[in-house]
């Protein structure tokens, strides 16, 4: 089954201590891409990769990194996390080959609800 | 920057009425346009897509026509369900010049919408 896998689901942390999101995918696409939902706000792009060791700022990187070392891996690292950290994250990914890209749709992963005390 | 903005919600509606969300966009060139929706702890699945001005996107009974005259996308659906009570948003990717331009997508805030019995 094509797929955007997230893990963990739930995570509670505090302030300070690194942790890692890890997101994978199953369809060899291109690209992938980190964002997180808060009420009101939508979702904002936080960072996204349009191939491996290819990966670029959305509207909200501060206190977030990124590595694209596989295709299909896209982990999402907070190296010292904040309360305003706290949110619901998402990672999705797309075709990302020229033409393509336009038209293609995100797959989303089923996301990841951090808690940072 | 490109930004999405829809109609603020919640909406609630009866079973069989008529729905709009309206959503309008700022962006330069010419970016394709979606609207996702959101069940309960889930993440994002596309719902329809248009990649072109008078495109019009439609699935499961909802429809949206990218309007570039008005910088519209609005979705409507002309008889709505229980199940169709989800969160909705819009979503523009793409519009400026380049490839790595189709690398950041931007989100509406959001549209729950309650439909009861």
């Known amino acids: 089954e094509a797929q955007v896998t997230q893990n963990p689901r739930y995570l509670i942390t505090v302030t300070g201590k690194k942790l890692t999101v890890t997101c994978s995918q199953n369809?060899?696409?291109?690209?992938m891409s980190w964002y997180r939902q808060d009420p009101g706000l939508g979702l904002r792009q936080i960072y996204y990769s349009m191939n491996v060791e290819v990966t670029d700022k959305g509207d909200v990187p501060e206190g977030y990194k990124v590595s694209r070392k596989e295709k299909r891996n896209f982990p999402l690292i907070l190296e010292s996390p904040s309360p305003n950290q706290t949110s619901l994250y998402f990672c999705?990914?797309?075709?990302?080959?020229?033409?393509?890209?336009?038209?293609?749709?995100?797959?989303f992963g089923n996301g990841t609800r951090l808690t940072v005390t | 920057g490109n930004s999405v903005t829809q109609m603020e919600g919640p909406v609630t509606l009866s079973e069989e009425a008529f729905l709009t969300i309206n959503c309008t966009y700022t962006?330069?060139?010419?970016?394709?346009l979606f609207w996702y929706v959101q069940y309960p702890g889930e993440g994002l699945q596309l719902l329809l897509k248009a990649t072109k001005a008078d495109d019009k996107g439609s699935n499961k009974g909802f429809e949206a026509t990218y309007r570039k005259e008005t910088t519209s996308f609005h979705l409507e659906k002309g008889s709505v369900q229980v199940s169709d009570s989800a969160v909705y948003f819009c979503a523009l990717r793409g519009g400026g010049a380049g490839g790595t331009s189709y690398g950041k997508l931007t989100f509406g805030q959001g549209t729950i919408l309650t439909v009861h019995p």
């Open positions: 962006a330069t060139g010419y970016p394709s």
């Open positions: 999705a990914s797309s075709l990302g080959r020229g033409y393509e890209v336009p038209n293609s749709p995100l797959h």
């Open positions: 369809m060899n696409h291109e690209y």
